[in-house]
């Protein structure tokens, strides 16, 4: 089983900035394929903001048009963690931030796993 925790949400004015993280733990992991951040806001589907996966030249981000050149997705391999640096905030940014790996076990298949979600609310 694996556990992906994250932090880091909050109430921010327009054009401020957050930094979330997801921290990921469990046994049997073998490496994590893929980590993101998705998000959802209140009467819409879930969405994809930024995503970053391991190549075999590197890690390769992917970001939605919305979030192009205001967030960054990054990760501290060595710890587990993934952060999305949330930069020029808007309004229309607030909704449940939503961490996911796609994990693959020891001696296993792949499975996806998501984070219990952090709420940032951004006003203006």
């Known amino acids: 089983q694996v556990q992906l925790v994250e932090s880091g949400g909050g109430l921010v004015q327009a054009g401020g900035s957050l930094r979330l993280s997801c921290s990921a733990s469990?046994?049997?992991?073998?490496?994590?394929?893929?980590m993101a951040w998705y998000r959802q806001a209140p009467g819409k589907q879930r969405e994809l903001v930024a995503r970053i996966t391991t190549t075999a030249t590197g890690d390769e981000t992917t970001y939605a048009d919305s979030v192009k050149g205001r967030f960054t997705i990054s990760r501290d391999t060595a710890n587990n963690t993934v952060y999305l640096q949330s930069d020029s905030l808007e309004p229309e940014d607030t909704a449940v931030y939503y961490c996911f790996a796609n994990v693959r076990l020891l001696g296993g298949p792949s499975y996806n796993y998501w984070g219990q979600g952090t709420q940032v609310t951004v006003y203006s």
């Open positions: 469990g046994r049997r992991i073998a490496s994590y394929n893929t």
